[in-house]
């Protein structure tokens, strides 16, 4: 687990200097370990876990909006946990509980846990629908239909600066869109 | 959304990337500082004997405080812009200012005055001062709050707070230069009620938009 840990540190250390690939293998690595403790904290409080996915995606996005608050000299898996834990707090916090979530779910994860059963988020699917359409089209030509920014460019007809504008704002929207759910 | 899909998206924002929040907030307080200073210039502007004035070291300690204010918020909101960042060993950064008054107050008691003390802790222009800090802090508060919002605080309220210090240390130090008085008792007393209320807005604020 340690090991792990370390690991990504490294990945984000060298994402940090443009190694997109790094930071793919990052993103990759650390989602079964939040889609585990979200789980987790969700059970803990008395919740289903099928709420988990929206957690695991909501807090993709803060990390990746967020990622130059994390510092290079630190360990990346303290900033990333107390990511998660915000995000679980607020997630449960919208279903209009007071919660007390401890930070031991984050740290670790038990040894011979099942691996859940992926499912799809919904909450950031519902906020994709109401993003100005340049944004939205943009988004879901490069995610759900997996084109690349240049691919995205020539089916849009735009340049690809303005393209990569519209994929930034729509990701910065979809958060402040889910953060808008809690007040 | 698959979350596989939604990796595949932040990967390709991944160029993309954010400067420091402390650069943001010096270009915000840059972005404020002429606005307030307007404000200030239109409405009271510097006292008239402010080339004498500055060899008082009463009048002096004033811009130490409010600034040594000032930058120690700024110290410790940069801090809190990171979501784990932990509160211990950084709060005596608030001392600074304090300190630096409680040291103005033992001077003003220990040289001879003209004015009695409660003379001097009420001064001739206290409300002038209460209203002027929160007016003169408005623009810094705002830009703060704005450009703290790229950082990534567990702790909203209290940047909010931290935020509106930094603020009123800001707007007191143009205020200051206005202000006939220099005693520290007047400071303690006045400035930092002016202060409270702008740290009041700022934690309320806070507490909205600096959740993230």
């Known amino acids: 687990m340690r090991g792990q840990e370390h690991e990504w540190t490294d990945l984000m250390r060298s994402a940090n200097a443009g190694d997109v690939t790094a930071y793919h293998r990052l993103l990759s690595a650390i989602t079964p370990v939040l889609r585990a403790s979200a789980r987790r904290g969700l059970l803990r409080a008395g919740q289903s876990p099928d709420q988990s996915e929206d957690i695991v995606q909501e807090t993709l996005l803060a990390v990746h909006l967020k990622r130059h608050t994390w510092d290079a000299n630190a360990p990346f898996a303290p900033w990333l946990f107390t990511i998660a834990r915000n995000k679980l707090i607020d997630a449960l916090r919208r279903r209009g509980r007071r919660v007390f979530v401890d930070i031991d779910d984050f740290t670790d994860v038990l040894p011979g846990e099942e691996a859940p059963e992926v499912t799809n988020g919904v909450d950031i699917e519902a906020h994709l629908k109401t993003l100005p359409q340049r944004q939205r089209d943009v988004l879901q030509s490069i995610s759900v239909d997996g084109l690349s920014i240049t691919e995205t460019a020539k089916k849009f007809e735009m340049k690809e600066g303005a393209v990569r504008v519209a994929l930034h704002r729509g990701l910065s929207t979809l958060a402040a869109r889910a953060r808008k759910d809690l007040i | ?212």
Not at chain 2, 76 to 90: K, V
Not at chain 2, 110 to 124: D, F, I, K, Y
Not at chain 2, 153 to 179: I, K, N, V
Request: glycine share 8%; with cysteine; proline share 6%.
């Open chain 2, 1 to 212: 959304m698959k979350t596989d899909d939604l990796i595949a998206s932040l990967v390709a924002d991944h160029p993309s990337r954010m400067q420091p929040v402390w650069l943001w907030l010096l270009a915000g307080i840059c972005a404020a500082l002429p606005l307030s200073a307007v404000l200030f210039m239109v409405s009271l502007g510097p006292r008239p004997d402010i080339a004498t004035a500055i060899y008082n070291p009463f009048f002096d300690l004033k811009f130490l405080v409010t600034l040594a204010l000032a930058s120690s918020a700024a110290a410790l909101s940069l801090h809190l812009s990171r979501p784990n960042a932990s509160l211990h060993g950084w709060m005596w950064l608030l001392a600074l200012p304090v300190g630096l008054l409680g040291i103005g107050i033992v001077a003003d008691f220990a040289v001879p005055q003209r004015v009695n003390w409660e003379g001097r802790l009420v001064g001739s222009n206290s409300m002038a001062c209460m209203s002027s800090i929160p007016l003169f802090s408005a623009p810094f508060l705002i830009a703060t709050l704005l450009m703290l919002r790229k950082g990534a605080t567990s702790h909203p309220m209290l940047l909010g707070a931290l935020a509106g210090l930094m603020s009123a240390g800001l707007g007191a130090t143009l205020y200051a230069s206005h202000c006939a008085d220099d005693s520290p008792l007047f400071v303690a007393t006045w400035y930092t009620l002016a202060a409270a209320f702008v740290t009041l807005i700022g934690a309320m604020a806070g507490r909205r938009v600096l959740r993230f």
